[in-house]
Nanobody
Framework: QVQLVESGGGSVQAGGSLRLSCAAS????????MGWFRQAPGKERGGVAL?????AYVDSVKGRFTISQDNAKHTLYLQMNSLKPEDTGKYFC?????????????????????WGQGTQVTVSS
């Protein structure tokens, strides 16, 4: 059973930074698509960033967020800079055996089998 545990959420003012962590019970080097998703109140869960062989981001966070992983610690990170109020939401770490399509992973919450419990990020203006 894959377990994912997020941490690092909190409340910050616009322009601030947070680093989210996701501790995994799997060796995240071994062919897993690893992703970060977020869900704002009243909205569907959507993808933010993923990493497989390299990182990929949704347009709204490009240049501000960085996804990375520490293979020795089995930990996934999301460094979030220049935070905006619209970044507010519950952030989830997810994993899926990769690749999902051809040699690629995709940011679709329908395709990820394993999820953490989420960590709340609140950005005030």
């Amino acid at each position: 059973q894959v377990q994912l545990v997020e941490s690092g959420g909190g409340s910050v003012q616009a322009g601030g930074s947070l680093r989210l962590s996701c501790a995994a019970s799997i060796d995240i080097r071994s062919g897993y698509c690893m992703g970060w998703f977020r869900q704002a109140p009243g909205k569907e869960r959507g993808g933010v960033a993923l990493i497989y062989r390299s990182g990929a981001y949704v347009d709204s966070v490009k240049g501000r967020f960085t996804i990375s992983q520490d293979n020795a610690k089995h930990t996934l990170y999301l460094q979030m800079n220049s935070l905006k109020p619209e970044d507010t939401g519950k952030y989830f770490c997810a994993a899926d055996r990769g690749p999902q399509f051809g040699n690629l992973c995709v940011l679709s919450n329908l395709l990820y089998d394993y999820w953490g419990q989420g960590t709340q990020v609140t950005v005030s203006s």
